[in-house]
């Protein structure tokens, strides 16, 4: 059974937890970098992604996550987590992580009481799935490695690059695991 981590500094943890078992595999808290080489897969849940920045700098997780990306180990980031794998953030000069060659624009579907769940298909994974996004980003661009999987309104909701994946919204919140289903089988192959 593989084993798929949820870093675990902020966000839906638990239900991202709930998720990965649903989908059949074993779900971790990732509160410690050294537990990082104990995992086959990683989800950076969502949250605030400033404030996770943070949180990841204070706990020295910074060239851990990259170094684990970099090892061909899968990652799925969804909504503050597509920020933290994007290489460009508009309006910002630094990006984070920069693990995913596409640009992000924050906040891009209004403040929290502008979220909202809207029906999408997710080429190849799902059709009618009820994303849920609040505080939503989009990505802008992407670079020509990266795979659009969603849009929203003509604007990229989740996409896929080699062995990284992201999603604006949060699946995490549904009770349909198939993309989360999806990223265990990226992690098992």
Do not use: W
């Not at 953030?89 to 209004?110: P, T, Y």
């Amino acid at each position: 059974m593989v084993k798929i981590g949820v870093l675990g500094l902020q966000g839906a943890i638990r239900e991202h937890i709930r998720s990965v078992e649903v989908a059949g595999a074993e779900g971790i808290i990732i509160k410690y970098k050294q537990q990082l080489a104990d995992i086959d897969g990683l989800i950076i849940p969502g949250g605030e992604s400033t404030t996770m920045r943070r949180l990841i700098d204070k706990y020295d997780f910074f060239d851990a996550l990259v170094d684990f990306g970099k090892q061909g180990k899968p990652i799925f980031g969804t909504c503050a987590g597509l920020i933290l794998l994007a290489n460009d953030i508009v309006g910002q000069d630094d990006a984070h992580l920069s693990l995913m060659d596409m640009k992000v624009e924050r906040n891009a579907f209004g403040r929290q009481r502008e979220s909202f769940e809207a029906e999408i298909d997710i080429k190849g994974i799902a059709d009618n799935f009820e994303a849920v996004f609040i505080r939503a980003p989009y990505v802008a661009e992407v670079g020509p490695e990266v795979e659009i999987l969603a849009t929203y309104q003509d604007k990229i909701v989740a996409a896929k690059q080699d062995h990284y994946l992201c999603s604006a919204f949060h699946p995490e919140l549904t009770d349909d695991h198939r993309l989360t289903e999806y990223f265990v089988k990226m992690v098992e192959e």
